[in-house]
């Protein structure tokens, strides 16, 4: 139960993001008009997003190799889901990630940075990260399971900037 309700805290913190994102870009309000409500996210081919998608495949293979302790990578676009990988097996979007302690997660105890570059953070548990970055209309959302200790976070903020949003350059 504790797992479904961290789901779907998870699953409502992207959406109002990608939402929030959006708000001020009165076209990408409108774009979003004519794609929102639906029962779940539209998936959008990254080059039809203004992405060049060699890059992000880039990416992938960069979290592959180095074998990081990533389980889940979604890039949100102008509304429109255009890469959702899960590297590590068994995860996959629906399989739940155990939950130890669901008050450190991103609910109560979300810790929001102040922007680098115009792009704003999120730090959960365990390695989670939000990156929303609104010059883009984009939000970045990394699922992990990392020690407490891991300094992942450069690692995690150095492929936002050189794979993600190099990927709209």
């Not at 097996?89 to 991103?106: A, E, F, G, M, Q």
């Not at 929001?112 to 939000?130: E, M, N, S």
Request: net charge negative; with cysteine; proline share 6%.
């Amino acid at each position: 139960m504790i797992d479904r309700i961290a789901s779907c805290v998870t699953g409502l913190v992207l959406l109002s993001l990608a939402v929030g994102c959006a708000a001020g870009n009165e076209a990408a309000v409108r774009q979003e008009e004519e794609h929102w409500p639906t029962a779940g996210w539209e998936t959008s081919a990254p080059e039809d997003q203004g992405m060049d998608p060699a890059r992000l495949s880039k990416l992938v293979e960069h979290i592959e190799q180095e074998r990081l302790a990533i389980d889940g990578l979604v890039v949100v676009r102008n509304g429109r889901i255009v890469l959702e990988k899960y590297p590590r097996p068994p995860y996959n979007k629906d399989v739940l990630h155990i939950v130890h302690s669901v008050t450190r997660s991103y609910g109560y105890q979300s810790w929001w940075t102040y922007p680098r570059d115009g792009v704003y953070d999120a730090a959960g548990l365990y390695g989670q990260r939000i990156y929303v970055i609104p010059d883009l209309d984009m939000v970045v959302v990394f699922t992990a399971q990392m020690p407490e200790t891991s300094s992942l976070e450069p690692t995690l903020y150095g492929m936002v900037k050189d794979y993600i949003m190099a990927a709209c350059e």
